[in-house]
Structures are given as C-alpha cells and as structure tokens.
Nanobody, 126 residues
Framework: QVQLAESGGGLVQAGGSLRLSCAAS????????MAWFRQAPGKEREFVGGMPKNGDTTYYADSVKGRFTISRDNAKNLVYLQMNSLKPEDTAVYYC???????????????????WGQGTQVTVSS
C-alpha cells in the first residue's frame, strides 16, 4: 500500500521559513516524479513545485519561484519543500504527490499524479 506522509507545517509570521517533508512508502520511489501542491480555502489545488524521478531538474510555479526549493533523497524515500520569505498568500494545505513518469518529465496537473498525502497546514500571519 502506497503512503505519502507530510510533516513540517505550522504557523509562521510573514517573512519566515518552513521546511516540509514527505516520507514515501510502498512504491519504488526512484521511478516517480514528485511534487508539492497546495490548496487554499475556496480555491482549486495548484502546483507549487516538482522534480522528475532522476531529481536533476526542478520546476516551480511563478508565485513561489525564488522563494521555495524542492529536493529529494531517493535513498531515504523523502522529498522536501524549503519555503523561505513566506507570505500570507502562501497559506494553504500543502500536499505531496507522486506520479509515474519518464526520466525528465515533471507533471504539472493534478490528474497526472497517482498518489497523494493527507496534507499539512501552513499558515502565514501578516
């Protein structure tokens, strides 16, 4: 059974930092592209950042580019999201997701991801 478990969310002031972690189990982690999505109340789930299974490239939404960094450790089945210079508009539930994909491809759409975590709340106060 595939499981993705996020951790590291919380309450932070604007300008602060958080590091989210996602632990994956039940899948061959190195064969999946990994990504972070987020969903704010009343809004659709949106792509934040992702990396292909080989981990040598990354892609980010324009809204977080330069502030967020995604990374992965294929030996430990972990993926991270380092979030710096947080803004109130970053407040959302953050989800880790896994997609079977080719070596260099980073899926950007919700429907392309086969597995999802339960999410972790990030709240940024002004």
């Amino acid at each position: 059974q595939v499981q993705l478990a996020e951790s590291g969310g919380g309450l932070v002031q604007a300008g602060g930092s958080l590091r989210l972690s996602c632990a994956a189990s039940g899948l061959t982690f190195s064969t999946y592209a990994m990504a972070w999505f987020r969903q704010a109340p009343g809004k659709e789930r949106e792509f934040v950042g992702g990396m292909p299974k080989n981990g040598d490239t990354t892609y980010y939404a324009d809204s977080v580019k330069g502030r967020f960094t995604i990374s992965r450790d294929n030996a430990k089945n972990l993926v991270y999201l380092q979030m710096n210079s947080l803004k109130p508009e970053d407040t959302a539930v953050y989800y880790c997701a896994a997609a079977p994909s080719g070596r260099f491809y980073i899926p950007l759409r919700v429907y392309e991801y086969a597995y999802w975590g339960q999410g972790t709340q990030v709240t940024v106060s002004s």
